[in-house]
């Protein structure tokens, strides 16, 4: 039997979110999965991120939403735009896409004060056959995470799925940064990192109604970062592709319900059926 939390106990400092909270979490969810589908649509050679940007905005708005980044810790724009070896955080400008680019979109939205997170990397028309792998073993990642969310285990058990998965398939995970909590705030405990060390975090307890954002950021060479000059941006270190792939989810009795999947089927951007069921594998 299941350990059920009082909504608004804490849990190593993590909040427990009421079924009203995870209701408007659930529809700030959809808000965002909505946003990250049409910016995917949109992601073709010769949009600029400035436009993609505006498009998402008006899309988060028009479903009475706010966007979550906009101003968040000083952020100048409404979503975050990331292209080839930029891994997070990139900021819309003027930039048109090119055919063969990748680009990671990563989109909040606040839904009478409740918020959720997600992301996705995708393919500027044909794009090369190790970019698409490269995506389709991130997004797998996500999938091998999120099946280890569940109560009883603990952040650490999604960490090591992700990595585990990562690693067997060639590729490295970012450790400089990392998933998290999110509902009332967009950044609450716990850290939700997508590897496993002495001195990674990950020893809470997953309990019901806890509610985290998973993303593995894998970068097709080493793990290395550096931050722009923007004081934004980060891209990998040795120029290699990175990709991304978000979910916000909450905690159930049968295990988590993602809150930003889209309740029609869609295919991801690697191409494959993206079932709530595949990620409790």
Known sequence: MTDKKRPGAREHGIIIKSADEIARMRRAGQVVALALERLGQGAVPGATTLALDQMAEAVIRSFGAIPTFYNLYGYPAHVCTS???EVVHGIPGERALQEGDIISFDV????EGMMADGAVTVGVGEIAPEAARLLQVTYDALCRGL???RPGNRVRDIARAVQRYVEANGYSVVRKLVGHGVGRKM???PQVPNFVDESAPGAET???GMTLAVEPMVNQGGPEVVQD????????RDGSLSAHFEHTIVVTERGSEILTLRHAPTRTPAGRRCREEECRR
């Open 108 to 111: 909040g939205a606040t839904v």
């Open 229 to 236: 000059a923007d004081g934004w941006t980060y891209r990998t």
């Open 187 to 189: 950044h609450e405990p």
């Open 147 to 149: 099946a280890q969310a």
């Open 83 to 85: 292209v080839n070896d």
């Open 206 to 208: 997953l309990a019901v």
